[in-house]
């Protein structure tokens, strides 16, 4: 436990925003009308927190283990807002190890996932639930 990876970092363009609007069919005012958003505290337009989670988790798709698959995420937060032109990175850290009951030839991993903006400000962070077979099965 404790094993950590970064990745690269990823700007963020006006692009990513639009074509995730029509990818996802989320055109909330504060992620598509400037004049709205210049009223709001945020001040501006930011991205969407799906876009952010996919291309935040996205990023550490640079290892694969073909022994593991994602069982899911839990914890999900946005602290910060993303913006257009913001560079994001993102850290995974080995958190957590367990047995899982239901499956004696897998375990679960949890790696404690958190993307930092170029400021260093959190703007995602969950923990990523693996089931990952073991190299021996539990008696």
Request: with cysteine; hydrophobic share 35%; aromatic share 8%.
């Amino acid at each position: 436990m404790g094993d950590q990876r970064s990745t690269l970092g990823r700007t963020i363009t006006e692009t990513d925003i639009v074509v995730h609007a029509g990818h996802s069919g989320d055109f909330f005012p504060h992620h598509m009308d400037e004049e709205f958003c210049k009223t709001q505290p945020f001040g501006s337009r930011i991205a969407h927190g799906t876009m952010t989670f996919a291309i935040g988790v996205g990023l550490t798709a640079t290892v694969i283990n073909p022994h593991s698959m994602t069982y899911g995420y839990e914890r999900l937060r946005f602290p910060k807002p993303v913006y257009a032109g913001d560079t994001i990175r993102t850290t995974v850290t080995i958190t957590a190890k367990m047995d899982d009951p239901k499956r004696p030839e897998f375990g679960k991993v949890v790696e404690t996932t958190e993307t930092k903006n170029q400021k260093g400000e959190t703007v995602m962070f969950c923990e990523h639930i693996l089931l990952v077979k073991r190299q021996k099965a539990l008696a």
